[in-house]
Every structure is written in C-alpha cells, then in structure tokens.
C-alpha cells in the first residue's frame, strides 16, 4: 500500500544519501572556484552598493590599473545565472555558499565557497556515473548533465572543469525559455598530483580545453587594451543584448 511504498522510498533514499556521504569523504578536493572581485572601484555594501564615477578600474583588488602594465590584454566573458558547479572525470560538485550571500568585513573570502558532491563514477560503481538519479537528487540537474557525461568522464586526470547549470526552472532568467537544460563552462583549474597543489588556467586555456571535450563555453570576447571606460561602455552596451 502507500504507507508501505514511502517507508520502502525513504530506506532507498537513506541507503543513497549513505553511498552519496562515503563517495564524499573519499573523494579527492579540487580547487573551489576562485573569488571574483569587482573590475571597476565601488563604494558601500548591500543596498548602498554603488560603483564611483566615473569609471576606474580596481587596481587595488583585481590588478588591472596600476603594475607595470596598467591595460593588459584581457578576456571579458558573460556571466550565467544558473548554479555553480566542478567537475573532474571522477566527481561532480555543485558549490555551496556559506555566507548565503552576506558577509562581515573581518570574513576571509577564500573560506566563502564549500563543495557539495552530486554524482560520481569509479570502481565501486563499474565506472558509471553515479547519484543524478537518486531519491533525493534533482532532476532539472540530471537533464542539464546527462548529455555531457561521457565528455567529463574523458576530463584529464587532474583537470577541473567549472561550469554554470542553466534551466528553465533554475532561477528566474531562463523562466521564458521553455526547455532549457544546459551547461555553459567558464573556467579550469589542474592538480600537481606530485605537489598537490592546483592552480586555474588562464582563460585561453579553458577556451582550447572546453573545445577539445565538447563542452560549451560561455561567450566571450577579448580586448587588447583593459582601459575603463572602453569596458564600462561595453557593459552598459551589453544591458541591451541576448546571451551568446
């Protein structure tokens, strides 16, 4: 009967929740996505959020302004709301926030991030993946990922792919796209296995990685010279525009 049914589904969900603990704990770290700090000088918090005119880089934070080479080279890529996620050829991590968002000034933003596994493969599971169709788990990710697995599961060793999880029913952008279940990738990283010690790779990099699995990358353009009010130009010019 139906009482019998949910006890049977909530033993099955426990079961799982326990494999999905144990693959965590086992599961090797990569490096959590990299605090991103404002480009241009801001002023406030909160609601008395407000970046200074007129536009200046923040050279204090991101570098880009001051040094010996003021206006670099630089990539300027889109940034997609969906839910932020990492994956190796082995895991696959959707990122936490622990602030939720807020933070005291005393907080150290290295310490703002944790990662929550969602699937894995290994010997223990004959090499499939592994968790995306859990009890418990969510189904727009499983839509979302499925398509892309084989292509994680050929991820190098040590390489790190990070990506955004974007769904029609993930937030409230894609709300008029119906069907929508896709992944847009925007950054790598790769571990020393020797040194145990990661590092991101510059964005060129992720561009050549990203075509080399198949996975697509978020738009992107680059510009020779970082100068503030050629990018402030471009980001008030972008207000007007669709996503790649």
Same mark, same amino acid.
């Given at each position: ?5 949910? #006890? ?23 490096? #959590?996505?990299?605090? %991103?700090?404002?480009?241009?000088? @801001? ?5 008395? @959020? ?16 001051? !040094? ?7 990539? =300027? &890529? ?11 050829? &082995?895991? %696959? ?12 000034? &005393? ?10 596994? %969602? ?14 169709? @859990? ?5 727009? @990710? ?5 398509? $892309? *697995?084989?292509? *994680? ?8 792919? $990070?990506?955004? #999880?974007?769904? &029609? ?7 008029? =796209?119906?069907? *929508?279940?896709?992944?847009? =990738? ?9 040194? !145990? ?13 990203? !075509?080399?699995?198949?996975?697509? #990358? ?24 669709? $996503?790649?």
């Amino acid at each position: 009967d139906k009482d019998k049914a949910k #006890v049977l589904q909530a033993d099955v969900a426990a079961a799982q929740r326990g494999r999905l603990a144990a693959a965590e704990a086992a599961a090797p770290r990569p490096l #959590v996505q990299r605090k %991103i700090f404002h480009l241009f000088r @801001f002023a406030g918090s909160g609601v008395s @959020f407000r970046y200074e005119p007129p536009a200046r880089l923040n050279a204090d934070q991101c570098g880009f302004g001051a !040094g010996d080479v003021p206006h670099p080279a630089a990539y =300027v &890529t889109e940034k997609w709301d969906g839910t932020t996620m990492q994956a190796t050829s &082995t895991h %696959i991590f959707k990122r936490l926030d622990l602030w939720g968002g807020k933070r005291r000034a &005393t907080q150290d933003p290295s310490q703002r991030y944790d990662l929550r596994l %969602i699937a894995w493969r290994g010997d223990d599971t004959g090499g499939h993946w592994q968790g995306l169709d @859990f009890v418990e788990a969510d189904g727009k @990710f499983k839509e979302a990922l499925t398509p $892309y *697995l084989p292509r *994680l599961a050929r991820l190098d060793a040590g390489l790190c792919a $990070y990506f955004e #999880v974007v769904h &029609t029913d993930i937030n409230a952008t894609y709300k008029g =796209v119906p069907g *929508l279940a896709d992944l847009r =990738v925007f950054d790598f990283s790769r571990m020393d296995g020797a040194a !145990g010690e990661g590092h991101f790779l510059p964005f060129e990099e992720t561009i050549s990685l990203a !075509g080399r699995f198949g996975l697509p #990358v978020v738009g992107w353009h680059r510009v020779d010279r970082a100068d503030a009010a050629d990018l402030w130009a471009r980001l008030r010019g972008a207000a007007g525009q669709t $996503y790649a």
